[in-house]
């Protein structure tokens, strides 16, 4: 969203900005002016860059009895990162580019069933529930059929059926380009979301007008979204799929439920300046969905009672099926914020109300109160409330009661056996999705944030909320099975560009021992080493900080080779894996690194760096005989978990002093000190939470490591070159689970030529030494379950602790089979801004290819790099 | 729409406020949404888990499937 000034006094203020802080803060307030809507188009965004790391967290759910760790789960959890850029290209001009990525894991209720089918399930042995017992007045009982004499006990709780979807990421770039015909701004956007499951497009147009003296400002907007659906239903299997005849087709031999979806918003908005002293705005928004709204991950749990039972216990048939909405969504929402300025202790008080309204039945309010106030000192805390509730959408119960018998349907394939004939249900839209329920959560959050320096903020926050059916507004809501809690946390970095110098020309603290500077000549070349390169960096002069964002994106596919042959499936199919023949390989691995370089010269010719990563992780795997093969050596775990494994973490964190060795004109020679701290998680488990994720999908080394580098740099006219030796050396034998990974050696030499003053690319040679990993993952307790006790009546399942050897699957679960001898070539290109805000922004990208591999072991051939990385310096 | 409406006539008949009288509206804590990138991350959450949507709906894609 464009700037919207109210305030005459920052037409005083606009650029070249002097350096005060004072001023400069003012302009950036200024800038910052309300005008700005919520809803679509968004606010107070001046020439910036910003980065967030964000966790959520759910608590624990009431499984009644049965604890996540019996069960082996793991709570719902979400690791976002998001990064984005803001900023203007002209005066009139505004631009913003967007990307952020959240990665779910852990397990999640698919629906929810009486808990006397349960019970019925443990005594009956049966893979999922398949009736419940009812006493003569028609409520469940729990019926111990194998007792001697017929008993039951009454039993009318609810409880959540869980199951853990497979972790995926999701990655969102967005982009919009506005227009400022002042008191006119009109900005148009687009993007795509991706994740495998669930792909959307979207396109929005919003704009906003301040009249009235610029005490009022109209806002309006519209968006569109398309999506496509390809959801796996492997977590569905025992749910009944008939009531989507045409969308469910066969994919790697899973089911999977195929939709798309159309959404058409449009909002618009006032906020007023009331007072000096107050603001108030309202936004009225609808929203018209269409298409497959269904979560296609949720199964609802229909029941059938007949009408005529003989006397005494009756029986009450179940099934599941995928759950069914409506086609059709009719949203409205509108927003009312109120913002006073409180004059005695400098703080603001924002007041936010929303309701919302839908023709799926569904009333929420939710009110939030913040109170910001400034401590001195660019300190600034936050600390709010809010409120939320919502009624219960129409066709939404627990589960749901037919007094019918159970309407059955053979199908065409006989061996399938019956399943329900959904033309003979007298309702057609159904749900058991806990967030369709009535409920209302509580919630507090805190933010503290400060202000560095003029141009660099830092924010953390913190955030807790109670989901309870109790708080809903009015009462009724949904018993207590579905209440939850969660929390999150997240800290952001945010650098401001507003007062940069919009006629610099390149910076000058360049890699190539400082390029050559304004008064060399009428050319200025800028010198980059290769995005691939690390810790070439070294700042100019104390006070300086520097920030850079490194990714590495490598592919591996196609063929295993063994030392520097491909070997076949079949061969691989004869190795030892844990005493049975290995029944998997890798056949693509998908593996991002995102590292924020932080840089800051405390002393002359030293810069120090800490570097944190975000590491995601993609594998599929091929299997290298039948599906389904039972793993003979592992009694407790009865079959292979999925095909395909995602893991996201924060990974290590490096520390590193760089040091200058030796500089003259067009040369210099650097050293590097650092550390790498095991920030990273090494406890990444499969889904269902028994055994580790296999060596190369853990985000982390679980080491000390450390990390030397030396690194020559030369440069000349348009030329430059260098040459760079890095080592990682593991600074203990074994990490907590009981391995260490390989030490690393790696050289590469470099030479670039400039093309254009701002453009250069460039040639570059790696060679690479990895060792093998050390020890092995130690066996670990695996919870089992053994049988079940009787507890007044109704049946407990008992668990006990079986010490359980890491599962070996195929060559990417043996530490023998990683390291190796590696030779690339890499081609990259660098472009700098040469002038206006984001002068001295450096964009550089490098593609590295593998010349010459030889592979400890059995290794998935090495596809690419793709290394981006932008940095700047301040 | 109402809102709206009676939101700029009300305001009409209020005195108006001068340019140099906006200072405290001009400071941070003032801004009507001081961080949209935090509140598109942190809204993303809770149309993970709340059936209203916030009003934003539309803008950014994704399942929410969990």
């Not at chain 1, 006119?184 to 704009?207: A, C, H, M």
């Not at chain 1, 490598?554 to 076949?568: I, Y």
Request: aromatic share 10%.
């Amino acid at each position: 969203m464009p700037v919207s000034a109210a305030a005459a006094a920052a037409t005083e203020l606009t650029r070249p900005p002097p350096r005060s802080g004072a001023l400069r803060a003012l302009t950036a307030a200024a800038l910052a002016l309300p005008g700005l809507m919520a809803g679509s188009a968004q606010a107070a965004e001046g020439d910036e860059f910003t980065f967030e790391y964000r966790h959520y967290e759910e608590g624990e759910r009431n499984l009644d009895g049965e604890s996540y760790r019996n069960l082996q789960l793991r709570p719902l959890e979400v690791d976002s990162f998001a990064a984005g850029v803001h900023g203007s290209l002209a005066d009139d001009v505004k631009f913003g580019l967007d990307y952020s990525q959240d990665t779910w894991s852990g397990a999640t209720p698919i629906t929810t069933a009486p808990h006397a089918a349960v019970a019925a399930q443990l005594f009956s042995g049966a893979s999922v529930p398949t009736f419940y017992s009812v006493d003569p007045k028609h409520r469940p009982v729990v019926v111990n059929f194998n007792a001697k004499v017929l008993r039951y006990t009454r039993d009318s709780r609810l409880v959540d059926v869980m199951s853990t979807a497979s972790p995926e990421t999701r990655r969102q770039i967005s982009a919009k380009l506005g227009y400022v015909w002042d008191p006119v701004t009109l900005n148009i956007g687009g993007g795509i979301s991706d994740e495998p499951d669930y792909k959307s497009r979207f396109f929005n147009l919003d704009g906003s007008a301040d009249l009235n003296r610029k005490l009022t400002t109209l806002s309006w907007g519209a968006s569109y979204t398309a999506s496509d659906i390809a959801a796996s239903e492997d977590t569905n299997r025992d749910a009944d799929m008939g009531n989507y005849p045409g969308q469910i087709s066969l994919k790697d031999r899973i089911p999977t439920l195929y939709g798309t979806r159309h959404d058409i918003a449009a909002d618009i908005g006032v906020t007023q300046i009331l007072d000096r002293d107050s603001l108030l705005s309202g936004t009225f928004s609808y929203t018209h969905d269409s298409g497959y709204l269904s979560d296609p991950y949720k199964a609802t749990l229909l029941a059938f009672e007949a009408p005529h039972q003989p006397p005494g216990v009756g029986i009450v048939l179940v099934e599941q099926a995928l759950e069914q909405r409506p086609t059709v969504r009719n949203q409205f929402n509108f927003d009312a914020r109120f913002i006073q300025y409180i004059a005695g202790t400098d703080a603001a008080l924002h007041v936010d109300y929303k309701f919302f309204h839908d023709d799926w039945g569904i009333d929420a309010h939710a009110l939030e109160l913040n109170w910001y106030q400034p401590l001195g000192d660019g300190w600034m805390v936050v600390p709010g409330l809010r409120y939320y509730t919502q009624s219960a959408a129409d066709f939404y119960k627990p589960f749901f009661l037919f007094n019918q018998p159970f309407p059955t349907r053979l199908p065409a394939n006989p061996a399938l056996g019956p399943r329900i004939d959904f033309s003979k249900l007298p309702i057609k839209y159904f749900s058991s999705d806990e967030r369709l329920s009535g409920y209302g959560s509580l919630g507090g959050q805190i933010a503290i944030s400060k202000q560095i320096r003029d141009d660099l903020k830092f924010e953390v926050g913190a955030e807790y909320s109670a989901r309870e059916g109790s708080l809903k507004l009015g009462g009724g809501g949904e018993s207590g099975f579905a209440d939850l809690t969660s929390y999150s946390v997240y800290a952001q970095l945010k650098f401001d560009l507003t007062g940069r110098d919009p006629l610099s020309d390149y910076r000058k603290s360049d890699d190539g021992g400082g390029a050559a500077g304004s008064d060399a000549g009428p050319v200025v070349w800028d010198i980059s080493v290769p995005a691939g390169v690390r810790f070439a960096h070294l700042l100019e002069k104390p006070g300086d900080y520097a920030i850079s964002l490194h990714h590495d994106w490598s592919l591996l596919d196609g063929e295993t080779l063994r030392g520097t042959e491909p070997v076949s499936n079949a061969a691989i199919a004869k190795l030892d894996c844990g005493g049975t023949p290995c029944l998997r390989r890798d056949s693509a691995v998908d593996n991002h690194v995102t590292s924020l370089d932080l840089s800051y010269s405390p002393l002359e010719r030293v810069t120090l760096m800490v570097t944190p990563q975000l590491v995601d992780t993609h594998q599929d795997q091929t299997a290298l005989g039948p599906a389904g093969v039972t793993l003979l050596n592992h009694p407790g775990q009865p079959s292979p978990p999925g095909l395909r494994h995602t893991a996201t973490g924060l990974g290590d964190t490096g520390v590193t002093a760089l040091g200058s060795i030796l500089k003259g004109e067009g040369y210099e020679l650097d050293a590097g000190l650092g550390l790498s701290l095991p920030s990273g998680s090494i406890d990444k488990r499969i889904n269902t939470g028994s055994y580790f994720l296999n060596y190369g999908l853990q985000p982390g080394s679980g080491t000390v490591d450390f990390t030397p580098s030396v690194t020559y740099l030369g440069h000349s006219g348009r030329f430059a070159w260098g040459s760079q030796v890095t080592a990682v050396k593991r600074l203990e034998s074994r990490n907590a689970d009981g391995y260490a990974l390989g030490d690393i050696v790696q050289g590469s030499v470099w030479g670039s030529v400039g093309i254009l003053p701002w453009l250069s690319a460039s040639l570059r040679g790696i060679g690479t030494w990895e060792g093998g990993i050390e020890g092995q993952f130690k066996p670990h307790i695996v919870p089992t379950r053994t049988g079940f006790k009787l507890v007044h009546g109704l049946p407990v399942p008992i668990y006990k602790d079986v010490l359980t050897p890491q599962v070996e699957l195929g060559p990417m679960d043996q530490p023998g089979s990683y390291g190796g001898r590696y030779g690339d070539i890499a081609v990259g290109m660098s472009a700098v801004v040469p002038r206006g805000a984001f002068a001295g922004n450096r964009l550089s990208v490098e593609w590295r290819v593998p010349v010459a591999d030889d592979v400890n072991g059995y290794q998935l051939s090495r596809v690419g790099t793709l290394s981006v990385t932008w940095d700047t310096a301040f | 729409m109402l809102v709206a409406a009676a939101l700029i006539l009300g305001a009409a008949g209020c005195e108006p406020v001068q340019p140099w009288e906006r200072g405290d509206l001009a400071k941070p804590q003032m801004v009507l949404e001081p961080d949209p990138a935090n509140s598109a991350l942190r809204a993303h959450t809770f149309a993970a888990r709340e059936a209203a949507q916030g009003g934003n709906a539309g803008v950014g894609g994704g399942c929410g499937c969990n």
